[in-house]
């Protein structure tokens, strides 16, 4: 049936309209709200009390999720169904974190993936031992680079060996230069993570870096001794150079923005230890399992699912913002970019059929008390309704119990801010307070005014340790598998980012004069490229 069409839909649309959802008033009917509307699995808290919805809200929400059959799409994931359609594969990347079979189903494969496992954790080991890799080069992107990126920066405190990751994704030859000219090839490891070995972006950078040991390594020495490779194409890892013991698998049904756990975790494996790096993986794994087993009502993945689509849906939130109030973590909101909006950003259902309505939302983040300074203005003030997810520890991770406690305090500012906002009374006895006249309080007394009722949903950790991270951002990866069983699409799929990808084959045969395009560009690229390799004419000249 038509999402449109349920009659769980049609009554969460009327309940829409029969209040204003004001979240004062909220609490003061209810002053115990806070203290109910949140929930807890191990060392992480989802408080939900400062959202526009009531218990109603909640019942219909989770009534929409029955009407789409979410519990038995959870139970297909798990058991391993082909919930990548498209592909016609599964979407077991949670064996990439789990100990044990996560059902009988996946008994014979889970004990593969353990086996690779602990040739990549014997790999770890015995470059710690041997202690000559100081530096290492993680080449890769998209979900390789981002899941790497924020999990290396969140656990650097963690990181038991002098071993710098360098990370590499993009082919502007700057960044390149940037990150190859203090390097010593005969302390560097360079990582080739690749799914497929085939991505341009990768296989330039790879080649570069390859070209760069030969230079600079003595004569006879062989680079390929200074590479591996994680790929779920390991014969094409073999045909530029590298052994079958230097190339660690990758599952064809891992996708890359959820590949952080699998061998493409190496990086973070080597900087931080193989402990730390299993406790990352454990936390998302206790994930996992709370997702798989938790009924509806109780299941954190699907409570946050829920909210995001209650507030597209129901209240016209186009983007949803992400703050973490913990220093380390000021990439994970990029990574939760691309996990969300990837998986979301579809506009097809399972039949085939174009969807009518918006499929996910715009997500978007920094760390958060530099956010204070750059676009909160327009979420206090601003007339866009943005709802925002508050990321924050109760313990430090450092030693600076009163840096914390200002930390701490910043991010519950920005939430009780948000909802109550400020009148123009208050403004106005705020002004008085400093001394100012009644003409002039009353011309400045509205630009102080807050409208408030802005929801904040706050996820607290403990401590922002490798545990509690894994859990984190298992958290938001299920969230997205909600969300894409309420729409009937496809979350594991990226077709729209290949096409441009296609396109710019012909594009680059064009622009560098190196063969005929087999599809010429538009005419509108075609002025473009004539004008840049005018310019390049012109500079060379």
């Given at each position: ?108 494969l889970q004990e593969a993936v353990l086996a690779e496992d602990q040739r990549l954790m014997d790999f770890v080991d015995s ?415």
């Amino acid at each position: 049936m038509h999402l449109t069409d349920r009659v769980s839909w049609k009554a969460l649309k009327a309940h829409r309209l029969e209040q204003s959802f004001d979240l004062a008033s909220l609490f003061a009917r209810d002053p115990h709200r806070a203290e109910k509307l949140f929930l807890q699995q191990g060392n992480l808290r989802v408080d939900y009390s400062k959202n526009r919805l009531t218990e109603k809200t909640t019942a219909l929400l989770f009534q929409l999720a029955r009407d789409c059959e979410l519990e038995n799409h959870i139970s297909a994931l798990f058991e391993g169904l082909p919930v990548n359609f498209t592909e016609n594969r599964p979407a077991l990347h949670m064996m990439t974190r789990a100990v044990q079979p996560l059902n009988p189903q996946t008994a014979a494969l889970q004990e593969a993936v353990l086996a690779e496992d602990q040739r990549l954790m014997d790999f770890v080991d015995s470059v710690h031992q041997a202690g000559m890799i100081k530096n290492v080069i993680h080449i890769g992107i998209g979900g390789p680079f981002l899941g790497c990126t924020w999990a290396y920066e969140a656990l650097q405190m963690y990181a038991r060996y002098n071993i710098t990751v360098h990370f590499l994704s993009t082919l502007d030859a700057t960044r390149l230069a940037k990150t190859l000219g203090p390097l010593d090839p005969h302390t560097t490891l360079a990582i080739i993570a690749s799914k497929s070995f085939t991505t341009e972006e990768t296989k330039a950078n790879a080649q570069a870096v390859w070209q760069w040991m030969q230079q600079k390594l003595p004569q006879g020495e062989n680079p390929a001794d200074h590479f591996v490779a994680v790929t779920a194409n390991t014969q094409a890892a073999i045909e530029m150079g590298l052994s079958a013991h230097q190339v660690f698998k990758v599952w064809p049904w891992v996708g890359g923005r959820y590949s952080l756990y699998s061998a493409m975790g190496l990086p973070i494996a080597l900087a931080c230890g193989t402990t730390i790096f299993r406790e990352l993986r454990q936390g998302a794994a206790t994930m996992d399992e709370h997702f798989y087993k938790t009924p509806l009502e109780h299941n954190m993945p699907v409570l946050l699912g829920l909210i995001t689509l209650w507030y597209s849906h129901f209240w016209g939130a186009h983007s949803r913002l992400t703050l973490p109030y913990i220093d380390h973590c000021d990439a994970l909101p990029s990574y939760i970019q691309q996990v969300e909006m990837e998986s979301l950003g579809k506009g097809i259902t399972r039949l085939g059929t174009p969807v009518d309505y918006p499929t996910g939302v715009l997500t978007w983040g920094a760390a958060a008390t530099q956010g204070q300074h750059t676009f909160a203005q327009l979420l206090m003030q601003g007339t866009h309704f943005v709802p925002v997810d508050i990321i924050m520890s109760c313990l430090p991770t450092h030693g600076n119990h009163d840096f914390h406690q200002r930390l701490v305090a910043h991010a519950l500012a920005q939430g009780e801010a948000r909802m109550l906002g400020q009148d123009l009374n208050a403004a106005k006895a705020l002004l008085a307070e400093k001394g100012l006249e009644a003409e002039r309080i009353n011309t400045l007394a509205p630009h102080l005014v807050m409208p408030g009722n802005l929801p904040s949903t706050f996820i607290v950790l403990q401590q922002a340790n490798a545990q509690a991270l894994g859990m984190l951002s298992a958290l938001y990866e299920h969230s997205v598998y909600v969300q894409s069983v309420l729409y009937d699409i496809n979350a594991f799929d990226q077709w729209g980012v290949e096409f441009a990808k296609h396109l710019s084959t012909d594009i680059l045969a064009q622009l560098s004069a190196k063969g005929e395009p087999h599809h010429p560009p538009h005419p509108s690229t075609q002025t473009l490229i004539q004008h840049i390799q005018s310019q390049q004419i012109r500079h060379t000249t």
